[in-house]
């Protein structure tokens, strides 16, 4: 009796401790979902300077409110140029002050998002480009712009379906698929050039390309055996490496920023479930989503501690978050495709209206989220890709 | 502790701003120019050449253990006249979320089999198609795994394996665009390309 007293009490401590471990870990890095905005107020800024700082800032977990209330006063004029400080209130300290030249006014405003967020020992995205799909049906082509949608370019104009852009870190190269050869091929396009090489074009479909943290792999989704399976090459197409043997269904690979582990959506004993392989090969492991229905399209944060996922329930799909090492899942907004932003915290992901995509950016420890400015003639706008 | 902190960087800040320019004036200091945008111009991609052949990494499986059938080349049939309504009539759906042909569709992946014995030299692009359920990841493949599937049943029923290319559209190239059953279960399918070699 007394000795179960003991254990119990043992226990007790043991689950109170890992608790208060585990709040620990939040404090560090996000709690997804469950984070209160952090309060600011804007004054002297006016239209499009103003409407770019509220986006870009509420984006990354900022919320607006009067001088009062708010931890942190921004304000400046934008005459032509940008000038913008902020500052702490409570101990009448500046965290930013500056006088902004060159550019448009967005990217002056986008670089003072930046410097704000930097000084608060975050990293800013406001400066940073996104990849999508874009449909005009039956067509689709890809297309670049910036985090917030503006300045879009067109990438492709192949006049038939190009779609899954992937963004090569650090690099101003995509990989995509395209149907341009009358197949499913994977390619290789150059931004800065516009040449482009056809990378993947095997027998049967090349699909869903992820190119690896340090550039210098791809996984993709290829049926040349007659199987939709996982394999990994070099960026050079050599070494060509089969991952996975099944006739399920494997799909959407992504990698861990330490390049290790390819993640991807898979099915186990016919439910679908998310999976990750070591990229030189090796056994399965299962990662646990806590019973979110049919995970696909996963996404592991650059920070390696999370993985975001698309899940589908009857009324629709939903964002979902899980530690990288699987557990308990966490539903945030509905949507599909997410990607991760360099920050570790921002996701873009597309929301789906009828059969049409917009695009969107959710703030995943506060929840916030707002959609991405449209093209005009582009019916659906999908699967993201953020450059990082 | 948070006060000391930026109390520092006021104090650090101060004397860098005393140091460099006496600090009179309480406007903005240090005009920071922006470099020019990162992406310039994206040119046209072009045609997109050069065509990387298949390297053929794995051994073509024994015929005791249930494996795919390694697909072909990618441009064995490059230039092949496509015909979309000889087998208009035999295309193949699907339950959804499901590459299993059912029994009711058999028969059609038979009369298949039968115009590509009876047509010889002709091939078969089998198209699989997804409805709008399930995203665009996972559509891709469940389009390819459903023409996959009626590919080995066709080769189950004698057709070479060099007959039969497979694509997959996802839910991409929809037969009705509406989002009922109705529709969906008309999108879950394979259609049959007929491919005839070009007049010479």
């Given at each position: 009796m007394r000795l179960k007293q003991i254990l119990m009490a043992l226990i007790l401590v043991g689950a109170g401790g890992s608790t208060y471990s585990q709040i620990d870990i939040t404090k560090t890095t996000v709690a997804p979902g469950n984070t209160p905005p952090i309060w600011v107020s804007m004054s002297g800024l006016t239209g499009e300077a103003a409407s770019t700082l509220q986006f870009d800032l509420y984006v990354q977990g900022f919320a607006f409110t009067n001088a009062a209330a708010a931890q942190y006063l921004i304000s400046g004029s934008n005459n032509e140029n940008l000038q913008a400080k902020a500052v702490d209130p409570h101990n009448q300290s500046t965290l930013v002050s500056k006088a902004y030249a060159g550019a448009s006014l967005r990217r002056q405003v986008h670089a003072f998002a930046d410097d704000f967020v930097q000084a608060l020992s975050r990293k800013g995205i406001a400066q940073t480009k996104i990849a999508f799909k874009g449909e005009n049906s039956p067509d689709s082509e890809i297309y670049v712009a910036d985090?917030?949608?503006?300045n879009t370019q067109q990438v492709?104009?192949?006049?038939t379906l190009v779609a899954a852009p992937d963004w090569v870190p650090k690099h101003m190269a995509l990989y995509y698929v395209s149907y341009k050869l009358n197949h499913a091929d994977i390619f290789y396009h150059d931004l800065t050039t516009g040449a482009r090489r056809a990378f993947a074009r095997y027998g049967g479909s090349n699909m869903s390309p992820a190119v690896s943290p340090d550039g210098s792999r791809v996984a993709m989704i290829l049926s040349k055996d007659g199987w939709t399976d996982l394999y990994v090459c070099d960026a050079d197409g050599s070494n060509l490496k089969r991952l996975t043997k099944s006739p399920q269904d494997e799909s959407s690979p992504c990698w861990s920023p330490d390049g290790k582990w390819i993640c991807f959506a898979a099915k186990e004993k016919e439910r679908r479930t998310l999976c990750k392989v070591p990229a030189a090969g090796g056994a399965l492991q299962h990662i646990g989503t806590s019973g979110m229905p049919s995970p696909t399209e996963p996404d592991w944060s650059p920070d390696g501690k999370w993985i975001a996922f698309t899940a589908q329930y009857r009324s629709g799909f939903q964002i979902c978050v899980v530690p990288a090492e699987g557990g308990t899942a966490i539903s945030l907004v509905e949507g599909e495709d997410p990607s991760w932003a360099p920050n570790s915290r921002t996701l873009a992901y597309g929301r789906r209206r009828g059969g049409h995509y917009t695009l969107s950016l959710l703030d995943v420890p506060t929840k916030q989220y707002k959609d991405v400015s449209r093209i005009s003639g582009i019916s659906s706008q999908s699967q993201p890709s953020w450059a990082r | 502790m948070k006060l000391n902190k930026f109390t520092n960087l006021l104090v650090i800040g101060l004397v860098l701003c005393v140091a460099a320019?006496?600090?009179?004036?309480?406007k903005p200091v240090g005009v920071t120019d922006l470099p020019a945008p990162r992406v310039g111009k994206v040119p046209d991609a072009g045609p997109g050449a050069p065509i990387k052949p298949d390297q053929g990494t794995t051994a073509v499986p024994g015929p005791s253990v249930p494996e795919g059938t390694p697909s072909n080349p990618a441009n064995l049939h490059d230039g092949w006249i496509k015909d979309a309504e000889a087998l208009k009539a035999q295309t193949v759906h699907f339950d959804f979320d499901s590459s299993v042909i059912k029994a009711s569709e058999k028969p059609k992946v038979a009369a298949v089999a039968d115009y590509l014995k009876a047509n010889k030299g002709k091939a078969v692009l089998v198209e699989g198609n997804c409805d709008e359920r399930g995203t665009e990841g996972y559509n891709m493949s469940l389009g390819e795994r459903r023409a996959l599937a009626v590919r080995e049943e066709l080769i189950g029923l004698g057709i070479g394996a060099t007959e039969v290319d497979t694509i997959s559209y996802g839910k991409d190239r929809p037969v009705d665009p509406g989002h009922d059953e109705s529709a969906w279960k008309k999108n879950r399918r394979d259609d049959f390309i007929v491919l005839s070699p070009p007049a010479k």
């Open positions: 985090f917030d949608g503006h492709t104009k192949d006049q | 320019s006496g600090c009179k004036s309480k």
